[in-house]
């Protein structure tokens, strides 16, 4: 699952994290299914700049080498893809757009879906968010949290690997920054406590195992807020078999809920440097699943070099799981 002598990080009952317990997965089952997750996705910016510099694949450079060996593959995409387009009305500094020719090296990298639900997919309004979703269609990449319409935009998505039906489902608790909302124009979902229940229980009813992502929090943040836990622990109650959240572009904790797992904040990904201390540390995260649910899960943690994810190995590697570890220790009595 990851390249010749990389060091595999496993989590152990999710709160025992340590660089000294290694697993080796020898050979995947084909009733099994590999899942990577990463955090947040900017493609304007500093990111913008090196990959005039260096070319589009800079960014990937050593990512996806461990991407690719994974059977589906997600990101928070944090900006719309386009060439062209009228900005929203928002602060100048905080409009980001991606080239649409990015979409096709997200695919290369490994990326198979990402999450539109979030506060900068509508940066350039409805549509920036309708060619986006254009774009990634045309790479063959799927999305999730934004569609045609307010409904559309609810929808799950499913991918099937293996034998496996794996579904996903998005939401922002922010709307659309400079956004007018019209129920029949393209949109994101948003976080209701009286709809997403009715998503999330329909979703699973047709698939194996629903994973339900959140864009939500406090920014520079590592503790989830009140509303992120109530969020979370709804989405399981309702059928979900595992949180993934972002936004915050820092790392949080891992709450074991129910015996279902809930990342807070996966943190940045592909992002330039940022002020506050954090925002350069970010992970990959691989869980193998079957029919029953989790088999295993592993964290290989990331530093952010140039706008570059890169994994770490030593101390370095070890420092970023000590943290993830702090920041979960208030979360483990649930």
Known sequence: MCGNGMKR??????????????????????????ISFT?????????RKKILQEGK??????????????????????????????????RRELIFKGDES???VLKEAGYSILNLANNHAMDY???GLLNTIN????????????GTDNESSHKPVFISKNGIKVGFLGYSIFPPEGYVYLEDKPDIARYSKRLTPVDIKKAKSQCDFLVVTFHWGKEFSYYPSDLQRSAAHLAINSGCDM?????????????????????????????????PPGTDESIILNIRIDRNGVVDSEIIPV??????????????????????KLYSKELTGS
């Open 303 to 324: 530093r952010i070099k140039n706008c570059q994810p890169m994994p770490v190995y030593g101390e370095d590697a070890e420092y970023i799981l000590d943290r993830i």
């Open 39 to 47: 955090g947040d996705i900017l493609l304007d910016r500093d990111v």
């Open 135 to 146: 774009v990634l269609k045309d790479s063959s990449i799927k999305w999730l949290g934004g």
């Open 9 to 34: 990080i496993i989590i152990i009952a999710l709160f025992i994290i340590t660089a000294s317990g290694l697993i080796y997965v020898r050979g995947q089952m084909k009733s099994e299914v590999i």
């Open 57 to 90: 694949e800079y960014p990937y450079e050593y990512a996806k080498d461990i991407l690719n060996k994974s059977d589906i593959v997600y990101g928070n995409l944090e900006c719309p893809l386009l060439n062209e387009g009228t900005p929203t009305i928002k």
């Open 125 to 127: 309004g409805s549509d």
């Open 243 to 275: 949180v993934i959240g972002h936004h915050p572009h820092v790392l949080q904790g891992i709450e074991n809920y129910r015996g279902k797992s809930i990342f807070y904040s996966l943190g940045n990904f592909i992002f330039d440097k940022q002020v």
């Open 102 to 104: 990015n979409s096709i």
